[in-house]
């Protein structure tokens, strides 16, 4: 074969070819390697992330690091994560790449309308360009950073969907790839693990704080504390559990299907208008009610009205002794489902640890009124007896003597005995009527005297003779009253006594004594108020008289009316 002059050999030629193929391959395996290098790079990334989300077990914490990790394995600038209430809404909203002044202008957290709630609608993976492309896509509110690219996927926590993971404007591209779906599907796997776990451990941790603050309430029961002291401790428990601006526990309903305010905490509350329609369903029902404002609760203007608000009964045994109810601030999340039910054993347990306080203190209230009555019993049955004979004994004597001055001092002795059966008989009546309300005339005269009497140094004492309960009619009764009250009322402020004794006797006519050792009528401003007890009698056709004791010393007033 003859060779062409300036034609390479065609071995020179193979040879070029070869090389240029050479470095081709070359240059793809580099790319390969590259590609693989990047891939490791982003599996460990996303490894370290699944451990990171893992590592806590604060359910808010855990939020934050899920959305973290995910804008830095897709290299996002912004990104949220949005937890869903049961109504369908975003009850949580954790976001990453704001800063605090954007965020605090653009207001309330998104509620999961347009393009957020697609996702809701539909949990499946959505991967835009050109989020404003989107049908449900309505714009942007006032003052919110401008966003392209958009990657959402769902949060799964066993087959329900918890929430969604949101990122925004990737950085150094134009869109998000199938690659950053995939790795941002994966961490959402792993999220709705951690997710759970966290939600677990929140479970537990609210579920020990109530059942905490439920032995402090036992506690304070069986302490002694009384019912008021031990419902405002209810009150203040619950503002801080369940995180509120204010709680209150409305009483009853009581004969008439009203309620009447226990305690309150936090946030005041109306101090009348109870009884809305939500309590009446609460205690009917048995069952816990939410609402989305306290004025389903009691009677306020719109602009004092809370927020969210939850009322449980609190049941004792089988009946409803009242209904704990607590508010948020208007805009705050509503109370979440799963705290519902700890705020109902929480009620629970504090009305069954109320009861038990109240019959705690009726046994004790039983066994004061027992050693009362022993007391009394003695008294009558013993001292009054042995007081009778000793009297008895003393008026025989005076038939055995001449003697002026001897029977002039046993007379003052059998005096001084019936005096002090009479107080004797006061005070039966006293421990036998002590804690029964307003009672009759005998018991109003004994609080009357202690009422006024109670500041001073005092020592008072009240005696009553003959059926003052039956035979003293009501309008007499009200004179009378007045009339010791201000009697005694002077004697406090202008006497300068030490002693004051107030003797009511009831026959054909009603007689009040009052006598007291201090420094009399003359040079004291008295008169004034005797004047008012003079026409009282006078009112009535009966008496009033003022002047000194036989033992000349102090204040004597007697004031008698005649009896029907």
């Known amino acids: 074969m003859v060779e062409t002059p300036g034609e390479p050999e065609r071995g020179e030629l193979a040879s070029l070819l070869s090389g240029l193929r050479l470095d081709q391959l070359i240059g793809e395996v580099q790319e390969r390697l590259g590609e693989i290098a990047t891939t490791r790079r982003r599996m460990q990334k996303l490894l370290d992330a699944v451990l990171g989300i893992g590592a806590g077990l604060e359910l808010d914490a855990t939020l934050e690091r899920i959305v973290r990790s995910a804008v830095d394995l897709v290299e996002s600038r912004y990104g949220a994560v949005g937890v869903l209430a049961p109504d369908g809404s975003i009850s949580r909203f954790v976001d990453v790449g704001l800063d605090e002044d954007t965020r605090a202008a653009l ?17 499946r993976p959505l991967r835009l360009a050109d989020l404003s492309s989107h049908p449900a896509s309505v714009g942007f509110p006032p003052n919110h950073p401008p966003m392209r690219s958009f990657l959402g996927v769902p949060i799964r926590v066993r087959d329900a969907v918890y929430g969604n993971i949101y990122l925004t404007e990737k950085i150094g591209a134009a869109e998000f790839t199938a690659d950053d779906e995939l790795i941002l599907r994966a961490l959402a796997a792993a999220a709705g693990i951690a997710v759970q776990n966290a939600a677990l451990f929140e479970q537990g941790l609210q579920r020990q704080q109530w059942l ?35 709680t209150l526990i409305a009483l009853g309903p009581d004969g008439d299907g009203e309620f009447h305010e226990g305690a309150t905490a936090g946030r005041s509350w109306p101090r009348s208008g109870l009884g809305g329609t939500l309590l009446r369903d609460v205690v009917e029902g048995l069952q816990p009610v939410l609402a989305d404002s306290s004025r389903a609760v009691v009677d ?74 022993r007391i009394a019993r003695d008294l009558h049955d013993h001292v009054i007896q042995r007081l009778f004979a000793v009297g008895l004994k003393l008026q025989g004597m005076l038939r055995r003597t001449a003697d002026a001055d001897v029977r002039d001092r046993v007379q003052l002795a059998v005096d001084e005995l019936d005096h002090t059966v009479r107080e004797i008989r006061t005070t039966i ?11 009759g005339l005998r018991r109003r005269l004994l609080d009357i005297v202690a009422d006024v009497t109670a500041e001073s140094t005092l020592v008072t004492s009240v005696t009553t003779g003959g059926p003052v309960d039956t035979l003293v009619p009501a309008t007499v009764a009200t004179h009378l009253l007045a009339v010791v009250r201000e009697a005694a009322t002077n004697t406090v402020r202008h006497a300068g006594a030490s002693t004051l004794t107030v003797t009511v006797e009831a ?8 006598v007291d050792d201090g ?46």
């Open 429 to 439: 009546f006293d421990l036998h009527t002590a804690d029964q309300g307003v009672g």
């Open 300 to 373: 306020t203007p719109a602009d004092l009205a809370g927020g969210p608000t939850v009322a449980v009964p609190m049941r004792a045994v089988e009946r409803v002794i009242g209904v704990l109810i607590a508010q948020r601030e208007p805009g705050d999340l509503p109370f979440r489902p799963a705290e519902v039910p700890l705020l109902v054993s929480f009620a629970d347990q504090a009305a069954l640890a109320l009861e038990l306080g109240e019959k705690n203190r009726a046994q004790q209230q039983l066994a004061v009124l027992a050693d009362r009555d």
């Open 107 to 123: 207001g309330r957290p998104p509620e999961g309308k347009g393009l957020l709630g697609q996702l809701i609608v539909d949990p």
């Open 212 to 246: 905490e603050a439920a032995a402090e309430i036992r506690g304070e029961v069986l302490a002694g504390t009384d019912g008021p002291d031990t419902l405002a401790l209810v009150a203040r428990r619950c503002l801080e559990l369940c995180r509120a601006s204010g």
């Open 507 to 514: 026959g054909p006519e009603l007689t009040a004594e009052i």
């Open 519 to 564: 420094c009399g009528l003359e040079g004291t401003d008295r008169r004034s108020g005797l004047h008012n007890l003079a026409e009282r009698a006078a009112e009535l056709d009966g008496t009033f008289t003022a002047g000194s004791p036989a033992t000349g010393s102090g204040t004597r007033l007697v004031w008698t009316v005649p009896l029907p």
